[in-house]
T-cell receptor, first 113, second 115 residues
Framework: RKEVEQDPGPFNVPEGATVAFNCTYS??????FFWYRQDCRKEPKLLMS???SGNEDGRFTAQLNRASQYISLLIRDSKLSDSATYLC??????????????FGKGTLLTVNP | EAGVAQSPRYKIIEKRQSVAFWCNPI?????LYWYQQILGQGPKLLIQ????????DSQLPKDRFSAERLKGVDSTLKIQPAKLEDSAVYLC?????????????FGPGTRLTVL
């Protein structure tokens, strides 16, 4: 089983649509969770952290279910500018108080006019 | 605040040649990372430095890849000799410190093509 698995995509949605991305992780000792966004031929950038209580940032909502080892990202009222690859990222303690990020393969979203 | 700088942005070499990439992290960031991102994949950690010491190089192919971070600031990653499968984007990232909630800031990457 891969350490971080995401919906394979790609997702093509019209402007204004709601789209959800799913992610599962294999290591129950994972400490923290993130969604990064990567535009075409650009570097990844942190979109938002994911907390057990769920968190929202404008049109974006992230959820974490530790029992199911499942993470989700919901985008409401999608915009053309939301077109990007969304990377699910898990932070795991790798010994000696060191932490390592493990990235999923990413899910490509294209929002169409 | 200046971001993570990397050079060159693009490099094309033939297999068995050598290549080196340079990274300058955000000022004051103690932790520096090198990732390899193959097309269609997420970034994979190659090596992590804390100041000028290596804390994780478990996924670095040490027979051909090497990296150093002298003086705990900028860093170089070298491939010698390159193989076709090394074609990828090499991303450098930095963070203020290592923690369970550390945010990593990425540079623009070096796109390597091995022919």
């Amino acid at each position: 089983r891969k350490e971080v698995e995401q919906d394979p995509g790609p997702f093509n949605v019209p402007e204004g649509a709601t789209v959800a991305f799913n992610c599962t992780y294999s290591n129950s000792a994972s400490q923290s969770f993130f969604w990064y966004r990567q535009d075409c031929r650009k570097e990844p950038k942190l979109l938002m952290s994911v907390y057990s209580s769920g968190n929202e940032d404008g049109r974006f909502t992230a959820q974490l279910n530790r029992a199911s080892q499942y993470i989700s990202l919901l985008i409401r009222d999608s915009k053309l500018s939301d077109s990007a690859t969304y990377l699910c990222v898990v932070n795991l303690e790798s010994g000696g108080s060191n932490y390592k990020l493990t990235f999923g393969k990413g899910t490509l979203l294209t929002v169409n006019p | 605040e200046a971001g993570v700088a990397q050079s060159p942005r693009y490099k094309i070499i033939e297999k068995r040649q050598s290549v080196a990439f340079w990274c300058n992290p955000i000022s004051g960031h103690a932790t520096l990372y090198w990732y390899q991102q193959i097309l269609g994949q997420g970034p994979k950690l190659l090596i992590q430095f804390q100041n000028n010491g290596v804390v994780d190089d478990s996924q670095l192919p040490k027979d051909r890849f090497s990296a150093e971070r002298l003086k705990g600031v900028d860093s170089t990653l070298k491939i010698q000799p390159a193989k076709l499968e090394d074609s990828a984007v090499y991303l450098c990232a930095s963070s203020r410190r290592v923690s369970s909630y550390n945010e990593q800031f990425f540079g623009p990457g070096t796109r390597l093509t091995v022919l």
